[in-house]
């Protein structure tokens, strides 16, 4: 079992910055994937920015070049650095992990959210 608590989320201006923070119960190092989602009033969950199981980075095309997944290994942390935001990157955003057991499925598991909203 995995628990992730999200931290970071806020009311900012069009063109601020914020750092979302996911703290996970266990060591990262046990943990397949890790990353972030986000999703709007009426819009479907949708990647954010997420470690792969082989270590690479994924991002969102829209959040390229403003939006920077790293983590802390030592903490079990994940951040998610965002830049340049603007009103629609407005949406709670969850921290999500997956984890691989030999002849299971991805199990998934989330975080509670947190509020993002940019003001334009």
């Known amino acids: 079992h995995v628990q992730l608590v999200e931290s970071g989320g806020g009311l900012v201006q069009a063109g601020e910055s914020l750092r979302l923070s996911c703290a996970a119960s266990?060591?990262?190092?046990?943990?397949?994937?890790m990353g972030w989602y986000r999703q709007a009033p009426g819009r479907q969950r949708e990647l954010v920015a997420t470690f792969t199981s082989d270590g690479n980075t994924n991002y969102a095309e829209s959040v390229k070049g403003r939006v920077t997944i790293s983590r802390d290994n030592a903490k079990n942390t994940v951040y998610l650095q965002m830049n340049s935001l603007k009103p629609e990157d407005t949406a709670v955003y969850y921290c999500h992990a997956g984890v691989l057991r030999i002849g299971y499925p991805m199990y998934n598991y989330w975080g509670q959210g947190t509020q993002v909203t940019v003001s334009s």
């Open positions: 266990r060591s990262i190092f046990t943990i397949n994937t």
